[in-house]
Nanobody, 115 residues
Framework: QVQLVESGGGLVQPGGSLRLSCAAS????????MGWYRQAPGKQRELVAV???????NYADSVKGRFTISRDNAKITVYLQMNSLKPEDTAVYYC?????????WGQGTQVTVSS
């Protein structure tokens, strides 16, 4: 059984920073692509950033230059460094990881950007 545990969300002022983490555990023999999605109240879940098994990255236009996705395969963990946060970044953030050729979602972590 594979489990994902997210951490790092919270309340931050505009212009601040947060770092999200998503760690996988269990019997894992293959690690594929990893990514972060977010869902704001009343909106559909949207892609924030993805990183391939080879390290290639892709970002939503709204976060380019402010967010950085990275991964540590030894720790089976994906990170999202979020800088220059804006109120419109407020959402529940979910990690999405392909492990053992299956797709898994984290439980979600709330990020609130407000003064």
């Amino acid at each position: 059984q594979v489990q994902l545990v997210e951490s790092g969300g919270g309340l931050v002022q505009p212009g601040g920073s947060l770092r999200l983490s998503c760690a996988a555990s269990g019997v894992i023999f293959n690690i594929g692509g990893m990514g972060w999605y977010r869902q704001a109240p009343g909106k559909q879940r949207e892609l924030v950033a993805v990183i391939s098994s080879g390290g290639s990255t892709n970002y939503a236009d709204s976060v380019k230059g402010r967010f950085t996705i990275s991964r540590d395969n030894a720790k089976i963990t994906v990170y999202l460094q979020m800088n220059s946060l804006k109120p419109e970044d407020t959402a529940v953030y979910y990690c999405n990881v392909r492990l053992n050729y299956k797709e898994y979602w984290g439980q979600g972590t709330q990020v609130t950007v407000s003064s």
